[in-house]
Nanobody
Framework: QVQLVESGGGLVQAGGSLRLSCAAS????????MGWFRQAPGKEREFVGY????????SYAESVEGRFAISRDNAKNTVYLQMNSLTPEDTAVYYC??????????????????WGQGTQVTVSS
Protein backbone atom coordinates (compact mmCIF):
# COMPACT_ATOMS: atom_id res chain seq x y z
CA GLN A 1 0.00 0.00 0.00
CA VAL A 2 1.37 3.40 -0.95
CA GLN A 3 1.08 6.40 1.37
CA LEU A 4 0.42 9.79 -0.21
CA VAL A 5 0.92 13.30 1.15
CA GLU A 6 -0.18 16.38 -0.78
CA SER A 7 1.26 19.86 -0.39
CA GLY A 8 1.26 23.19 -2.15
CA GLY A 9 -2.29 24.31 -1.66
CA GLY A 10 -3.21 27.82 -0.63
CA LEU A 11 -5.00 31.02 -1.50
CA VAL A 12 -4.50 32.53 -4.94
CA GLN A 13 -6.22 35.23 -6.95
CA ALA A 14 -8.17 34.42 -10.08
CA GLY A 15 -5.85 34.10 -13.04
CA GLY A 16 -3.00 32.94 -10.86
CA SER A 17 -1.14 29.65 -10.67
CA LEU A 18 -0.32 27.01 -8.11
CA ARG A 19 1.64 23.79 -8.21
CA LEU A 20 0.56 20.92 -6.03
CA SER A 21 2.88 18.10 -5.08
CA CYS A 22 2.11 14.61 -3.88
CA ALA A 23 4.88 12.60 -2.26
CA ALA A 24 4.54 8.84 -2.18
CA SER A 25 6.13 6.29 0.10
CA UNK A 26 5.79 2.67 1.11
CA UNK A 27 5.60 1.02 -2.28
CA UNK A 28 7.02 1.13 -5.79
CA UNK A 29 5.80 4.50 -7.04
CA UNK A 30 6.44 3.76 -10.70
CA UNK A 31 4.04 0.83 -10.60
CA UNK A 32 1.05 3.11 -10.02
CA UNK A 33 -1.09 5.19 -12.28
CA MET A 34 -1.42 8.49 -10.41
CA GLY A 35 -4.45 10.71 -10.38
CA TRP A 36 -5.66 14.02 -9.08
CA PHE A 37 -9.21 14.60 -7.90
CA ARG A 38 -10.97 17.50 -6.22
CA GLN A 39 -14.00 18.10 -4.06
CA ALA A 40 -15.67 21.46 -3.73
CA PRO A 41 -17.97 22.30 -0.80
CA GLY A 42 -21.34 20.64 -1.22
CA LYS A 43 -20.25 18.74 -4.32
CA GLU A 44 -19.10 15.23 -5.07
CA ARG A 45 -15.47 14.44 -5.63
CA GLU A 46 -14.55 14.79 -9.29
CA PHE A 47 -11.77 13.59 -11.53
CA VAL A 48 -9.12 16.14 -12.52
CA GLY A 49 -6.56 14.04 -14.37
CA TYR A 50 -4.45 10.89 -14.52
CA UNK A 51 -0.89 10.14 -15.53
CA UNK A 52 0.52 6.82 -16.60
CA UNK A 53 3.35 4.92 -14.95
CA UNK A 54 6.18 6.57 -16.88
CA UNK A 55 4.36 9.84 -17.51
CA UNK A 56 3.96 9.22 -21.22
CA UNK A 57 0.17 9.36 -21.18
CA UNK A 58 -2.17 11.79 -19.51
CA SER A 59 -5.90 12.31 -19.36
CA TYR A 60 -7.71 15.42 -18.12
CA ALA A 61 -11.19 16.49 -17.25
CA GLU A 62 -12.66 18.83 -19.82
CA SER A 63 -12.98 21.57 -17.20
CA VAL A 64 -9.20 21.75 -16.69
CA GLU A 65 -7.87 20.74 -20.12
CA GLY A 66 -5.36 23.31 -21.34
CA ARG A 67 -5.02 24.94 -17.91
CA PHE A 68 -3.76 22.11 -15.68
CA ALA A 69 -0.84 19.78 -16.29
CA ILE A 70 0.11 16.61 -14.45
CA SER A 71 3.70 15.41 -14.31
CA ARG A 72 5.64 12.91 -12.26
CA ASP A 73 9.19 12.29 -11.17
CA ASN A 74 9.61 8.62 -10.41
CA ALA A 75 13.10 9.21 -9.01
CA LYS A 76 11.56 11.48 -6.38
CA ASN A 77 8.37 9.44 -5.90
CA THR A 78 6.36 12.57 -6.55
CA VAL A 79 3.49 13.59 -8.80
CA TYR A 80 2.66 17.21 -9.54
CA LEU A 81 -0.36 19.19 -10.60
CA GLN A 82 0.47 22.52 -12.23
CA MET A 83 -2.63 24.72 -12.23
CA ASN A 84 -2.74 27.86 -14.36
CA SER A 85 -5.43 30.43 -15.14
CA LEU A 86 -7.25 29.53 -11.95
CA THR A 87 -10.85 30.59 -11.44
CA PRO A 88 -13.03 30.61 -8.32
CA GLU A 89 -14.69 27.47 -9.70
CA ASP A 90 -11.40 25.65 -9.11
CA THR A 91 -11.73 26.16 -5.36
CA ALA A 92 -11.74 22.72 -3.75
CA VAL A 93 -9.79 20.26 -1.69
CA TYR A 94 -7.42 18.51 -4.06
CA TYR A 95 -6.48 14.87 -3.56
CA CYS A 96 -3.89 12.69 -5.19
CA UNK A 97 -4.55 9.00 -5.56
CA UNK A 98 -2.81 5.87 -6.78
CA UNK A 99 -4.13 3.04 -8.91
CA UNK A 100 -2.85 -0.45 -9.71
CA UNK A 101 -5.09 -0.68 -12.77
CA UNK A 102 -3.35 -2.73 -15.48
CA UNK A 103 -4.45 -0.60 -18.43
CA UNK A 104 -4.31 3.21 -18.53
CA UNK A 105 -7.08 3.48 -21.11
CA UNK A 106 -9.50 1.66 -18.82
CA UNK A 107 -8.73 3.38 -15.52
CA UNK A 108 -11.56 5.09 -13.69
CA UNK A 109 -12.09 6.71 -10.27
CA UNK A 110 -13.12 3.38 -8.72
CA UNK A 111 -9.68 1.96 -9.55
CA UNK A 112 -7.90 4.29 -7.14
CA UNK A 113 -7.38 2.56 -3.81
CA UNK A 114 -4.86 4.82 -2.08
CA TRP A 115 -5.60 8.46 -1.31
CA GLY A 116 -3.85 11.39 0.29
CA GLN A 117 -5.38 13.59 2.95
CA GLY A 118 -6.01 16.47 0.56
CA THR A 119 -4.82 20.04 0.26
CA GLN A 120 -7.06 23.10 0.11
CA VAL A 121 -6.96 25.38 -2.91
CA THR A 122 -8.92 28.61 -2.69
CA VAL A 123 -9.19 30.97 -5.63
CA SER A 124 -10.44 34.45 -4.87
CA SER A 125 -12.23 36.60 -7.43
Amino acid sequence: QVQLVESGGGLVQAGGSLRLSCAASGSTFSSYIMGWFRQAPGKEREFVGYISWSGGSRSYAESVEGRFAISRDNAKNTVYLQMNSLTPEDTAVYYCAASRAPRFVDVGPADFGSWGQGTQVTVSS
